[in-house]
């Protein structure tokens, strides 16, 4: 079902995020062999046994959200946010994205889900 939608739902962004949002979709989806990937609350959204990430896009960048990110170690301080759960990774450009920070934060919300 939601490869082919969410595909269909990113060309809809202006190219820079079109660009930022495949480049983050295709870590997170290199991050585990497990994901079901599908369009909730109208973002890109990736789970395994609970909702882990998501892909929330604006006009001028694009946030890999963690569901859970208030219980992440926020190692290299890169979370942003202040609700009771949710916190963001923003990206306004795609030379922000550091591959192996990104990992980082996507594997220990790996791991919360497994508890």
Known sequence: ?????????????????????????????????????????????????????????????VNLGFYQGAQLEDTYNLLGGTGTQLRHIRVKKLEDIDEYLMQSYIKKAIILDQS
């Open 1 to 61: 079902m939601a490869e082919g939608e969410i595909t269909q739902l990113i060309k809809k962004y202006p190219k820079n995020i079109q660009d930022i949002t495949e480049s983050l979709r295709e870590l997170i989806l290199k991050s585990s062999e497990e994901w079901t990937e599908e369009i909730k609350w109208g973002v890109p959204s990736y789970s395994i046994h609970k909702n882990i990430c998501y892909l929330q896009s604006s006009k001028n960048h």
